[in-house]
Each structure stands twice: as structure tokens, then as C-alpha cells.
């Protein structure tokens, strides 16, 4: 290991000032990606700024209409958290899902969403919801935040706050897990907001995107059978299809319908 200076941070603005002062600063969160990364050397910041004495950021709670998570609310914390089981029981059910107790027990939602791992759940959640990502600096809105593999709307030094989640009529989430590291081959986020239905799809490509033929058949008539009936291939998306050893992009466009459909079905069976 080379040599970093670590530093751990009481407030955002203090982070934020170590950050800006500087060369090559990192947040760190859960470390769950952050310090891998260091150990193979596809990072080597100079000053390591962790973010768990941060309290606040740790929060959930119901704020007026929106449930609100703090970035530091890890992926367990969420999971079991009453408030977002009554509020949003697909959100609680898919962070019990990623990865296996020691991701959970460490990986933040914030840290999470920064990384926009093509393959990770919670970007399912933050485009099917409509969710708003807060930073030290402004609010963003979740059609605007994931730009590309690994790339977000965040500018250098950007901290990750909040997150804010209308809540939805009915939602749900289904994933096609990787059976070694959990994370989706394909997972769809499912959800009825306001009159309109929304489908995000995680994994299948370099970022989450939206599907919005079936969110057309949803709004139509919001069950199973809608979203069954529309045909997926990549080529109806615009978007690249990953291709992988895991599988090919034909068998992924065929995972967003049957994720799809079995996200619709779990609705009328939970709620
Ligand atoms: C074995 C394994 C299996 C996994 N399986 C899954 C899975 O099934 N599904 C899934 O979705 N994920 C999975 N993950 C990812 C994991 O859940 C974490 O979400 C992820 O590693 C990043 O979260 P973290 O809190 O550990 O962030 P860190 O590793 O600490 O940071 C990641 C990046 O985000 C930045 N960052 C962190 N917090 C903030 C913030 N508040 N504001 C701005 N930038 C910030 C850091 O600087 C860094 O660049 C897996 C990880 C591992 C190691």
C-alpha cells in the first residue's frame, strides 16, 4: 500500500473543505469499492476523507410526503428500517438484497449511487422512484443524475446528502442476481407514482435506463399481462445492451420483460 493521509470528517463542510484543499482527494463511505480500488491501484488519492463521523447523514425519516435517507444509511440499515418498510416496502426489500451481510453491513446508499455501477440495485430504485439526490451543493433530479458507466452528475468534490423518495402508490423490484457477488445481471424497478408508472432497469446496460414502452402499456392497464406483451429487444432501446460472460445482450432484453413482469406481479401479491 502507498502512503495516504486519512481523515475523518464531523460535518459536510468540513469535508468538503479537505477535499478542496487537496490534490487528489477521495470520500471515503463503506469502503465496499473505495478500497478495493486503492489495494489494485485504479486509485491512489492523497487524502482520504471518511465520511462516517458524519452522523446526520446517517438519518431516515419521513419528511412531510418524501421519505428521506441520509448517504451514510447503509445498505442494512434500510433494509430494516420501519419507516421505509411502511413508506416504501420495495426499497427496504431491495437493499436487503445487495451483495451478502458484510456489503450490507458496510455499503451506503451515497456511496452507492456515486459509484453508478451499471450492474447495482439502488440506481433501479432512485429512476423507478423519481427520487431526488441532494449534495452539499444543489437538489438533482433522478433522470439527470446517472449519466454513463461509472459516471454521475456530480462535479469534483460534490457530497452526496440525502436522498429524497416520493412515495409511490405501489412499486416493487425484481432482480436476475449474479449468483457470485449479487449484483444484477438484470434488475427492474417497477413503480406507480401520481397516476403514472415508471420502469428502470438496472444492469443491462452501461447505466439505468428507462423503459418506456412498457411504461406506456403500464399506464395503460397496470398489470402482469401489460408489460408481458411487450416485446424486448436491445435494438428497441437507446441504449447498448452489455455483453458478457454472464450473458449475452438478447438473453438481458429478455430478462427486462420477465424481471418486468414478475416486478407488476409481486404488486398484487404484497400490496
Ligand atoms: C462483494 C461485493 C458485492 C456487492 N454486491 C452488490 C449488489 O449485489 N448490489 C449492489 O447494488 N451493490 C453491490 N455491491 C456494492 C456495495 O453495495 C456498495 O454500494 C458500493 O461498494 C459502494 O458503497 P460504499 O458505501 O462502500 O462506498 P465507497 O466504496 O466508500 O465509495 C464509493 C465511491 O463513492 C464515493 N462516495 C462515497 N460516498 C459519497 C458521498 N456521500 N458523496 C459523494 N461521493 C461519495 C467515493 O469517493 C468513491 O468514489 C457489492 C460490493 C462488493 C464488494
Known sequence: MYEFTYRKS?????AVLIFGAASDPKYLAGGMTMLPTMK???ASPDVLIDLNGIVTLKAIEKQNDKLVIGALATHAQVAASSVVRENIPALANLAAVIGDPQVRNR???GGSIANADPAADYP???VGLNATIHTNQRAIPADEFFIDLFETALEDGELITQVSFPVPEKAAYQKFPNPASGYAIVGV???RLEGSSRV???GAAGSVFRAESMEAALDDNFVASSVAGVEVNPDEFD????EDIHASAEYRAHLVGVMARRAVE?????I
Open 239 to 242: 441504449v447498448d445492451f452489455n
Open 40 to 42: 489494485q491501484r485504479l
Open 124 to 126: 433501479a430504485a432512485i
Open 10 to 14: 464531523e460535518s459536510v463542510d468540513e
Open 107 to 109: 455499503g451506503t446508499l
Open 189 to 191: 424497478f417497477v413503480a
Open 200 to 202: 428502470a432497469v438496472t
Open 266 to 270: 409481486s404488486i398484487s401479491r404484497v
